[in-house]
Each structure stands twice: as structure tokens, then as C-alpha cells.
């Protein structure tokens, strides 16, 4: 048994707001953006120095489709940070999506919280949930400062991988019914290429013919180390910038700081690898350079925690509608393959086109799924949200985040009002705050 020590220490209590959120990434941001502007007094802490979590720090490229061909799906927060980053020419778009500039996303981020007043704090680590009986009593956080602890009404838990609420006794599941992970990415920034002779040499950066056959040629050669097909490749940024979602990272254990480590020294190694082929195959990048990589590595799975109810694949297969809806959305099942293969690929591929939804369609998002199911003053909002594994794969992006973000914010606001748990809010209250901006919602 590993040996143990017995720790105590007289910690301050910081801060006393009405909401704590706990990280700054999509999720979490519209949960605190949300609650301040419902009225509610609200500090959100994050343990890195910026905010945008996986969407700027992890330099995920795109804004996975925020409608439905016909509507927004993520109205109300999501709407407004694509307007400002249109209004800033920062999204490259797509008809449903776009692809990001990180550093203009940045600073909406920071514009769209210093104006709601909610107060954003950086370097707070939480490293205790102090709770009992399914309440949070307190939130512990490590930061230059030392130790100290917040006392809240409502704490939202935007940590992306349920880490308050697991710690304060929520049950979750994670990853797949054999124990598998998806695989884990560094995205990473590229410059120095010629976009308009890549596009004529028709090898565009996914896994169609063309790159397969490159793929092939490096693998024989031994240019690339790992035969990894899956190839999601790079998407422009701006006129001389793209950015890249290239390379997999396997059997990563999110749960391991070993694991997680030892996959950072991987990847960044093999991004050069990546460079060297993009240099070398592809017309347009012969003077290409990666110019910097995430300062997280983009894990793709973690806690799903257990809430009221588990949205589910049978929802997502009858386009479902519920009664407590908070929004509406419609992304693919993108369940990237545990393994490198060929074989992997087409399955992955398959799936994601079967579950393609048409113009118009999309599931329901229920508030119950923000609500774990042990605890009763704490809301979960972004990827650890209540899904079954298909479901997550699809809400995990986000414009996904930003819908349940938004939801959570509001609804703490509503309970902090009333001097109620977030289960027992009104939830006609809740839907009509949403709809006054401009969410989409049936039921
Ligand atoms: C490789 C990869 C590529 C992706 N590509 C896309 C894409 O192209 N388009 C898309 O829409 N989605 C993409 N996604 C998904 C998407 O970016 C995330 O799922 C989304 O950012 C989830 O938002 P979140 O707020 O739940 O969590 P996160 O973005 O993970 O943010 C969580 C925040 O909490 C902070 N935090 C964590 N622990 C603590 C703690 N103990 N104390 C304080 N703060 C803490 C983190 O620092 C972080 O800022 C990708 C994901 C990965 C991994």
C-alpha cells in the first residue's frame, strides 16, 4: 500500500459569491457570462492563464455546426460570439461552422465576461471539494497566493471533465464498454503554405483518397512512425495561418498524469514528423511551418457524470423532444477509433455519416442532464454533461458547450434568486429566460 500522510491546514475562505464557476472553457464561460447577467454575483476560476479552455488553450481549430441549416442552434451566448467573431473577420466559415482564430476568441471571451461582471480569476487550481450529504460546502483552490477556499450558493462545475462534481460523491462513467479511449490530439498552428496551390493539388487534410495514398507512401517509407489513417488534418485560419488537428495520441489514460505526460512528449514529437510529410507531399506546404501547439493536450473523452437523466442515443435516434428542453442540436456521433487502422477509419466513417443529421433536424437537450444526480447544489455544464457515450460524442464541441453552459448559468442565477436547490427552480422561468434570447427549444 503506498504510504500515506495526514494533512491539515486553517484555510481562508476567499470569496462568498453566489455562483462559483470552476473553469473557464466554452462551457463555462456561458455558464458565468449567463449568470451575471441574470443578476447573480459571480466569480469564475480557472487554473490556466487564459480562458477559452480546448477552444483557445488547446487550439482546437473549428467551430463544430452551430445550426441546423435553417436556425442557430446555439442561440443566445453561442450567437454572440460567432457575431463578434464575424464582426472581427476571425471565422473562416463553413455553411454551418467556421474555423477559429484562438487569439480573437480570446479576447471576446474576456470582453463578454468583463461586461457582464462577472469576475474571472486566473491561476486557481481546485485541489478539494469540501462536502456532505450531496452539498458542497466549499471549493478548495491552489494558487500563487496559497490555499483558500470559496463558499458559494450555486457552483457550476465547468472543469469539462466533472472534476467538482466527482469529487464532491457524483457518480460518472468514461470512455467505452472495453475500457477504450478516444485518442487524444495536440493541435497545433501552421504557417508558410501556399493555400491556394494546396487546394489544386486536391489532397485537402482529411482522410479522403488522395491523403490515404500519402499516408501509404510515408508509412512504407517510415516517414510517419505511426500507420494512424484517421488524419483530420488542417483548416485554414486566416490568410497565412492554419491550424492543425493532426496526429493521434493512443491508449492515453486521462486519469494518469504519467500517461497524459508521456502522450505530450509523444505528440510533439511527432507534429515535426507531421511537418517533414506535409513539406515533403503536399503541393503548397513545401515551406510550411508549425509555429506553435496547444498548451493542453485535446483529450477527447472523459467523465460523463450521472445526472437526472442520461441523454441518450435512442433520443438522439427519434430527433427527441423534452419537456424540460434548454436547446436543441445536431452533430455527428464523431467517436474517433481507439486504434490506428484502416479499418478503424471506415468504421468511424460509416458512423459518422449514418448519424449525419438532414437540414432541420436535431435532439433535444433536457435541463435534467445539467443536474447530477447525487448532489443538490451543483450543475455540470460542456463535455461531462449526462450522455451516454454516442451523445457525448456528438455534444462534446462547443457549440454543444455553449448550450448547456448558457442553460447552467442561468438556472444557478434562478436558484441563487430564489433561495432554492437547481433541481427545484422553475423550469417555465428557466425556458422563458431562454427564449427571451432566442434559443430554439420545442417541448
Ligand atoms: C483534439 C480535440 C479537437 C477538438 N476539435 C474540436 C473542433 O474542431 N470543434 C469543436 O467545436 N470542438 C472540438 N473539440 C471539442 C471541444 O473543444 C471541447 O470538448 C470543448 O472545449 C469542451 O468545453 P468545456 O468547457 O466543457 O471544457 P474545456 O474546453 O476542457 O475547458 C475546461 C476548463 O476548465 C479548466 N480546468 C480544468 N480543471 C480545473 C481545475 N481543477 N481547476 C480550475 N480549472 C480547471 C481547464 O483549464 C479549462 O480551461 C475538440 C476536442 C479535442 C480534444
Given at each position: 500500500m503506498a504510504a500515506t500522510i495526514s494533512f491539515h491546514s486553517e484555510i481562508p475562505v476567499k470569496y462568498r459569491p453566489q455562483v462559483l464557476v470552476v473553469g473557464a472553457g466554452p462551457?463555462?464561460?456561458?455558464?458565468a457570462v449567463s449568470a451575471a447577467r441574470q443578476g447573480a454575483e459571480v466569480l469564475l476560476l480557472e487554473s490556466s492563464f487564459l480562458p477559452g479552455g480546448l477552444s483557445t488553450a488547446g487550439r482546437v481549430p473549428i467551430l463544430m455546426p452551430f445550426s441546423d441549416g435553417e436556425r442557430i442552434l446555439c442561440g443566445g451566448f453561442g450567437a454572440e460570439v460567432i457575431k463578434r467573431l464575424q464582426a472581427r473577420a476571425q471565422l473562416y466559415g463553413f455553411e454551418s461552422g467556421g474555423a477559429l482564430n484562438a487569439e480573437h476568441l480570446k479576447l471576446i471571451y474576456e470582453d463578454l465576461l468583463g461586461e457582464s461582471g462577472?469576475?474571472?480569476?486566473y491561476g486557481c487550481r481546485l485541489c478539494a471539494v469540501e462536502h456532505e450529504a450531496g452539498h458542497v460546502k466549499a471549493a478548495v483552490f491552489a494558487s500563487v497566493e496559497g490555499l483558500f477556499a470559496v463558499e458559494a450558493a450555486v457552483y457550476i462545475d465547468g472543469t469539462g471533465d466533472g472534476i467538482l462534481a466527482s469529487w464532491a460523491g457524483a457518480e460518472y462513467a468514461a470512455g467505452g464498454e472495453n475500457g477504450e479511449w478516444m485518442p487524444s490530439t495536440l493541435c497545433s498552428l501552421w504557417a508558410g503554405f501556399d493555400w491556394k496551390k494546396y487546394l489544386e493539388g486536391k489532397a485537402f487534410g482529411h482522410d479522403d483518397d488522395n491523403m490515404l495514398a500519402l499516408l501509404d507512401k510515408a508509412f512504407a517509407a517510415g516517414e510517419l512512425q505511426q500507420t494512424d489513417y484517421h488524419h483530420t488534418g488542417l483548416t485554414r485560419i486566416s490568410t497565412v495561418a492554419a491550424a492543425g488537428n493532426v496526429s493521434h495520441e493512443f491508449d492515453v489514460n486521462p486519469y494518469s498524469v504519467e500517461s497524459v505526460s508521456q502522450a505530450l512528449i509523444r505528440a510533439r514529437k511527432r507534429l515535426v514528423e507531421y511537418e517533414r510529410f506535409y513539406r515533403k507531399h503536399i503541393k503548397g506546404f513545401e515551406h510550411a511551418e508549425i509555429?506553435?501547439?496547444g498548451s493542453m493536450l485535446g483529450i477527447r473523452e472523459g467523465r460523463r457524470i450521472i445526472g437526472d437523466y442520461v441523454l441518450n442515443v435512442k433520443d438522439f435516434e427519434a430527433r427527441a423532444t423534452f419537456p424540460d428542453e434548454i436547446g436543441r442540436y445536431n452533430f455527428s456521433a464523431d467517436i474517433h477509433p481507439p486504434r490506428p487502422g484502416r479499418k478503424e477509419l471506415e468504421e468511424h466513417k460509416r458512423l459518422f455519416q449514418a448519424t449525419k443529421m438532414k437540414r432541420g433536424e436535431s435532439y433535444g437537450v433536457p435541463y435534467r442532464i445539467l443536474l447530477p444526480a447525487a448532489l443538490n447544489n451543483v450543475l455540470i455544464c460542456g463535455r461531462c454533461v449526462s450522455t451516454?457515450?454516442?451523445?457525448?460524442?456528438?455534444?462534446?464541441?462547443?457549440?454543444?458547450?455553449?448550450?448547456?453552459g448558457q442553460a447552467a448559468g442561468i438556472a444557478a442565477a434562478i436558484a441563487a434568486e430564489s433561495r432554492c436547490e437547481p433541481r427545484?427552480?422553475?423550469?417555465?422561468?428557466?425556458?422563458?429566460?431562454?427564449s427571451a434570447l432566442g434559443v430554439y427549444m420545442r417541448g
Open positions: 462551457g463555462g464561460i456561458a455558464a462577472a469576475v474571472v480569476l509555429i506553435g501547439s451516454d457515450r454516442h451523445l457525448y460524442a456528438s455534444l462534446r464541441v462547443i457549440p454543444g458547450s455553449y448550450i448547456t427545484r427552480i422553475d423550469i417555465g422561468s428557466l425556458r422563458s429566460r431562454l
